[in-house]
């Protein structure tokens, strides 16, 4: 029986931080690409360049969506 890996998957193989296309990363927080395309610009939001393609990591969506969450009172 082998050990469990960090995550607690007994393969040893961790996640990867999926890369999302502008398109999807829109689907992803339900708005259009417009709306991720200007975040990219303004640099509110971490990107990824590969070539001439800009990617965006699914944990950085994450982390935009909780760093706009607003407490309830």
């Not at 998957?9 to 996640?15: I, K």
């Not at 417009?34 to 990107?47: C, P, T």
Request: hydrophobic fraction near 35%; avoid cysteine.
């Amino acid at each position: 029986m082998s050990q469990p890996g960090p995550l607690g998957s007994t393969t040893g193989l961790v996640p990867r931080d999926e890369l999302l296309t502008i398109g999807q990363a829109g689907e992803y927080l339900g708005t259009g690409e417009r709306f991720i395309r200007r975040l990219v610009a303004q640099r509110r939001i971490a990107y990824v360049k590969l070539g001439k393609y800009v990617r965006l990591q699914r944990s950085a969506l994450d982390a935009f969506i909780e760093a706009g969450r607003v407490p309830s009172e």
